[in-house]
């Protein structure tokens, strides 16, 4: 079973330009998660999307992050304008459902993101 | 809000000894409990998992036990290896997820 894909791997950017990552979750996956993980801290979840649905955005700072899930399969991140502080890796996960807490959430590789 | 500390590290042990991190949670309902581990330059990924009040996870050597009285879901392994060398992130699931901030263990031939 193919795991969790997400492109870019690596990043790097000037502070004021705009970047976008992708990530394919794994097939029949109903809710896909996007996480921030700045270096030495734990992940803090982005947005989660259920199907094409926004469940949960509440930390996504919406002035500069935007996120979309057409189709309700994959799903793409934006930034614009990045700044200094965006510096991290932004982790994709997929999980069979959301409403059962037991659910499993499968990760991708990340995409490590440099903002000069 | 709901909020998962674990002991900080870095955490730096001989191989075949005993490993302990200490998790403890905040949590407003009955959550779900999890340790994930993520390898150097990989994705994180489940370690184990405790559904209920009691219930022990275990994988791969590793065990804890979700301790409702304490709120705590301490990781343990009886003899660590150098292949288990990580950083362990210990979370819980409350419909959303939290997690910690992660603890790197260093072991050491």
């Not at chain 1, 997400?6 to 004021?16: A, G, L, N, T, V």
């Not at chain 2, 009886?78 to 288990?84: E, F, L, P, Y």
């Amino acid at each position: 079973e193919a795991g969790v894909a997400q492109s870019p791997r690596y990043k790097i950017i000037e502070k004021r330009q705009s970047v976008a990552f992708w990530c394919n979750p794994i097939s029949g996956h109903a809710t896909l998660y996007w996480y921030q993980q700045i270096l030495g801290q734990g992940p803090k979840l982005l947005i989660q999307f259920q199907n094409n649905g926004v469940v949960d955005d509440s930390q996504l700072p919406k002035d500069r992050f935007s996120a979309e899930r057409l189709k309700g399969v994959d799903s793409t991140l934006k930034i614009q304008p990045a700044k200094l502080e965006d510096s991290a890796v932004y982790l994709c996960a997929s999980s069979l459902g959301t409403s059962g807490r037991a659910y499993e959430q499968f990760f991708g590789p990340g995409t490590r993101l440099t903002v000069l | 809000g709901d909020s998962v500390t674990q002991m900080e590290g870095p955490v730096t042990l001989s191989e075949e000894a005993f490993l302990t991190i200490n998790c403890t949670y905040t949590a407003t309902g009955y959550p779900s409990l999890f340790w994930y581990v993520q390898y150097p330059g990989e994705g994180l990924q489940l370690l184990l998992k405790a559904t209920k009040a009691d219930d022990k996870g275990s994988n791969k050597g590793f065990e804890a036990t979700y301790r409702k009285e304490t709120t705590s879901f301490h990781l343990e392994k009886g003899s660590v290896q150098v292949s288990d060398s990580a950083v362990y992130f210990c979370a819980l699931s409350d419909n959303k997820f939290y997690f910690g901030s992660g603890t790197k263990l260093n072991v050491k031939p």
